[in-house]
């Protein structure tokens, strides 16, 4: 017979009298109560196994971790918390699981250690959750833009130019490198690699989804991007995706009414759509908050947090606003900063921005118009700015506990001012020709902001270390699985 | 004023007072006539300028290439070939064309000669056309899972296993190639290297999905995968999309249900929302066909094809009964087939298949129990095989123009049986500790497959060439943009 889904059997409406589940067993209680789990769900579907009437070496291998299929009748659960349990007329195990050796056994694991078994961890009730909880959200980001008319471009992943400047990147090759062909001037010979030059993984689809923007109208991309920093923190990773969406047309005002509202829609897709999941996890994030001292925990749950994004406004705040405020804070005169804020012109350290969305505005901000040059090279230049204090129309979205969740611009439309900039910059404009000619013919106006998914993840489930949030983390030393 | 879409203009129920449309010339003639196209839509929309009273200067800068945008009066179209029409009331230049310079002048231009200039082939009608059917088939890849409750999982890309076997691999290191360290050996020292290892691009999330199956119940992945092979075809790519879902609880029979299944739901969801692409590309082919001698161009025209693969359940056979048909067919006898096929053990090739599917079957063929030593190792063994002919329940699918376009099987769930393998073809245990853990606690039968996604868009647009079908084709010697 066909086996059903446990969620589906819990959101049954009636009682049935034949049904069949199969999935892990979580736990075994007293030789009669397993709690069964498909990964469907977050919820388990308790199964009442006839202990008189089943073998004593089958009940003994119903461990933590067996894969099993149970056949029997749905009925309403004299239990709490669960409206319908399974009482068991066969029971068969598919797969054991060792007791002694299982490493996701029922008790508290250790992120850490979770995290050196990931291929196990989803196994557990909090990965099971941030798995669901990242696809619904990955789900969501196609939906808002599909509805609205984007075309999902895929960027590519090796990339021949190096000049986009916007981090260290990895080299692919597929020369010998025991063996490194060298031509005549004894340098190495990538003219015999595979694309017949030096290649790199991408970091931002950016300047790629700018040449379709300006075909299509309106694009996205969602894909891997890369940065080979050495950065062992808790929000950086080596390889993370990225979501790039690019508008002709649009202005910096519309960029960031797009990521707003974007932002909005995914967050709250996921609350119509994953309430099992985290309402969980904002127990586990609860749970870990205990052991730390008041002052450090979340000031709302996490429920609470996410609703609050969606009810209010992103504050917009100009960089020149956002030194005014940092130069007379409290921190910045008590010289708690770290770097201190004494002039305009200042790059903004991620102390400045946790001040800004956590202490002093209290939600999620957008950060504008900052000075041209700590801002990269395609960026719009203000017009009427000050000389000196030129500025481009960029803009930061800083989040509550992650930080800097977006970064975009409108873009410089104009192709002289965006020569002589990379001519000022050093930027190859050969190796770039191709970027030029979207400015060259029929070039107009247009916005786009780059999103790293894993911080939104991060934020949705309440997590606080990135390497939670996606399968298998790579970062400096590890590239395991 | 708010800019509206061209396919919102078109899509109009009234006519409108004033509205504002945005894009890129495609023609002008007659100084009056503008076909203005903005990316929504493979249709332009014509914009009657008033030359008379339009200074000479701009109406010569109204180029192909150029970006407008036009201000007027949505009207009744007094043309044919469209229901709406504006009659532009003020119109403004946003950037200009050089009509001598702008490379996508409105002529037919070579394939070739488009691939060069893959950053501004979306700007004529096929390339956007063949864009945005891609990106509606992508859309209907995660509609199609995450309707049914398949978790969406982004498999690692840079991976530190390369036991799969699947395909030649890239290298990725972050160690200067000038200047590689060595160890006391005199070998690379790769622990120097990003990730203390030698490290790879995926050539397939098979494995570590695996692992999500097993926890999560369904699960697909959707990403890039690489392969450094040096096949300069028009069938493959070094970087290419793939999806592969992998279920818990599914045997060979549901995986095939599965596949097929899918494929026939994308098909009618880009039917259902590409209806001007498609027809357009559809006349395209025709086009392209007439150039060929009658014998090989297609039975079918393309929306024809479509329907005809929805409406037809895809012909399973097993490699036996293939081989046999094969082995008595006329190609085989008159030895017009480069490879004879004499006895069963043959590996197919493509020249067999495509009889299969287009002489013989005439429609989509899944084939399946293939030997098992021209199979991967992880692929379940039939149970009571003769010795010498042991088959695995391995399936392909083939398509008619395409050849293969999906592949997979059950996975070998014993883990006995699956180190017996492992060990006999030299995989190393160790590397797939991970792996092999699916198989040591709570292991169950399942299965999947892998979708090449540029192959599905391929057999949907009707092109015949992979490079065009993908926004910027990495093959041996090309990594452009």
Redesign the interface.
């Known amino acids: 017979m066909k ?1 059903t ?1 446990v ?1 589906d059997l819990l959101n049954s409406t009636t009682t049935l009298q034949e049904v069949n589940a ?4 979580r736990t075994f209680r007293n030789n009669q109560f397993i709690a069964l789990n ?3 769900t977050i919820n388990n579907i308790q199964c009442v196994v006839d202990f008189e009437n089943t073998p004593e070496e089958t009940l003994k291998r119903i461990t933590t ?3 099993v ?1 149970v056949i029997g009748t749905l009925v309403e659960s004299k239990g709490a918390g669960q409206k319908y349990e399974i009482q068991v007329n066969k029971l068969e195990i ?5 007791a002694e ?2 490493p ?1 056994q029922p008790k508290k694991h250790s992120l850490e250690f979770l995290r050196e078994n990931a ?2 961890r ?2 557990t009730n909090a990965f ?1 959750a941030i ?2 909880v ?3 959200l ?2 969501a980001v ?1 939906s808002y833009f ?1 509805q609205k ?13 190096d000049a986009e400047g916007a981090g ?1 990147m ?5 020369l010998p ?2 063996n ?1 062909p060298k031509n005549e001037e004894g ?2 010979d990538f003219k015999k690699d ?4 030096h ?1 790199n ?1 991408t970091v931002s689809g950016q300047l ?1 989804g700018e ?2 923007a ?5 694009i996205y991309t969602f ?2 991007t ?1 940065r ?1 920093e ?1 950065s062992n923190t808790s929000r950086h990773l ?2 993370f ?1 990225m979501i790039e969406p690019e508008v ?2 649009n202005d910096l005002d519309d960029n960031m009414d797009l990521a707003e509202d974007f932002i909005q829609y995914v967050i709250k897709y996921a609350l119509d759509n994953c309430k099992d999941d985290l309402k969980f996890l904002e127990g586990r994030l609860l749970e870990e908050e205990k052991s730390k001292p008041q002052a450090e925990r979340s000031e709302m749950a996490l429920l609470e947090k996410l609703n609050f994004v969606l009810e209010n406004n992103f504050k917009r705040v100009s960089y020149t606003e956002a030194i005014d405020i940092l130069r007379d804070s409290t921190p910045n005169k008590k010289k708690k900063f770290q770097y201190l804020i004494n002039e305009w012109g200042a790059d903004l350290q991620s102390e400045h921005e946790r001040f800004l969305v956590e202490k002093h505005f209290k939600c999620p901000v957008i950060l504008y118009d900052y000075p041209a040059n700590i801002k990269a090279f395609y960026m719009r230049l203000n017009d009427n700015t000050e000389p000196g204090r030129e500025t481009v129309r960029a803009m930061d979205i800083l989040f509550p506990g992650i930080g800097e969740i977006v970064g975009g611009s409108e873009r410089e ?1 104009r192709y002289d001012v965006l020569v002589e900039k990379m001519e000022k910059l050093g930027i190859d404009k050969e190796e770039l020709y ?2 030029l ?9 247009h916005a786009g902001f780059g999103l790293g998914f894993e911080r939104l993840v991060l934020f949705v489930t309440g997590m606080t270390n990135i390497r939670d949030v ?3 983390p ?1 970062t ?6």
Request: net charge neutral; charged share 20%; no cysteine.
């Open positions: 086996h889904k969620r199969k999935g892990w067993v498909d990964g469907s971790g067996a894969a299929s598919l797969g054991d699981s060792d050796k299982f996701m291929h196990l989803v196994r099971g798995m669901r990242r696809s619904v990955s789900y196609h599909q008319g984007f075309v999902y471009v895929n960027t590519p992943i090796i990339t021949g130019a260290e990895f080299q692919v090759t597929s490198l025991d490194l340098n190495i595979f694309f017949g030059k290649t993984l790629e040449t379709f300006m075909a299509l109208g309106q894909g891997p890369f080979a050495n080596a390889e995706w002709a047309f439309e191709w970027y000619d979207t400015r060259r013919f029929g070039s107009a106006t996606i399968p298998f790579r400096p030393g590890s590239a395991e699985f």
